[in-house]
């Protein structure tokens, strides 16, 4: 069976609504998103309502989206939103680990743009500077629970700041999720910048678009380029599930007439069917490139 994870909350439906029908297309793994561009807390009713959800669809948590924070955010330079960010993202390390996620924690960072002004550099490093701190104060807890952070690339990403990052923290504790998506779109290729810290890849959002924005499509609609990318993974520390981290926007399946509403079940459906397809595709691509070492 291939394993393969796709992200929640397809066609603006409910996070848990969708777990089954997700597990009819194919999906053996759940990148579960609820939340994550929120400051609300996981409490333990949401808890419990998210494991019943996941073990009722039969489906097995890999990855969970933490936070990126609105006003309590872990890079903020003002101390009392960064500390307030810390509590947040320490949620959302417990909750990992309650609904028995296999995968990271994925964060989102400062990201240090090829387009910097000089002014915003320093910006971008002094929230990196606080990055820092929030990262020493939520070690204990990452050792606690045994759970690691991924942190994410964005578009125009230097990867400099994931450079100190990587070599200021251990394997064990902090990682790096690749976003195909957020490497393809603008000036900075970000495969190229990732092929130096491979070692560190603990997760992916593979997803497609045209280098003009953020489209979250399924492989093959755009002109992100898949053989590099099979290559990189096949010769990376990634090991899991692939995760497909796709929306139904910029495909065939989304009714825009049905913008604001939930989509179609049929709709749903027929786009899972074909992420599915075109996910097993690249699998098999890894596969024969793994075979060929």
């Known amino acids: 069976m291939i ?3 796709i992200n929640s909350g397809l066609g603006n439906a409910d996070a848990f609504e969708q777990l089954p029908i997700i597990a009819e297309a194919g999906f053996t793994h759940l990148h579960l998103c ?3 561009l929120s400051d609300g807390y996981y409490e333990k009713p949401e808890i419990d309502h998210a494991r019943k959800a996941i073990q009722a669809s039969g489906l097995t948590l890999l990855d969970l989206h933490g936070s990126h924070g609105i006003l309590k955010r872990w890079y903020s330079e003002d101390e009392f939103r960064r500390q307030a960010g810390v509590l947040l993202v320490r949620n959302r390390i417990e909750t990992l680990d309650a609904l028995e996620g296999i995968g990271s924690l994925i964060v989102h960072i400062p990201t240090l743009r090829t387009t910097a002004t000089p ?12 990055l820092k701190r929030s990262l020493d104060e939520l070690m204990p807890t990452l050792e606690k629970y045994g759970r690691r952070i991924a942190v994410e690339n964005c578009f125009n990403d230097t990867f400099e700041i994931f450079r100190d990052l990587m070599a200021t923290y251990p394997p064990e504790r902090l990682g790096i999720v690749y976003d195909s998506g957020h490497g393809n779109y603008g000036q900075a290729k970000g495969i190229d910048n990732l092929w130096e810290l491979r070692d560190r890849l603990i997760a ?5 678009n045209d280098g003009t924005a953020d489209m979250h499509q399924p492989p093959g609609f755009g002109n992100v380029d898949w053989e590099k990318m099979a ?3 096949v010769n990376s520390s990634y090991r899991l599930p692939m995760n497909f981290e796709v929306g139904m926007r910029y ?7 049905k913008e604001k509403e939930i989509q ?6 027929g786009f899972l069917a074909d992420a599915y397809r075109r996910g097993c595709k690249f699998i ?3 596969d024969r490139l793994r075979a060929a070492k």
Not at 264 to 269: C, G, H, K, L
């Open 34 to 36: 609820y939340m994550w």
């Open 204 to 208: 992916i959002h593979l997803n497609d």
């Open 251 to 257: 495909t065939p399946f989304f009714d825009p007439e």
């Open 284 to 286: 098999e691509l890894c």
């Open 3 to 5: 394993q393969i994870a």
């Open 119 to 130: 002014e915003e550099r320093k910006g971008f490093l002094h929230q990196a500077e606080q």
């Open 264 to 269: 179609p079940e049929a709709n749903i459906r």
């Open 231 to 233: 290559k990189l993974i």
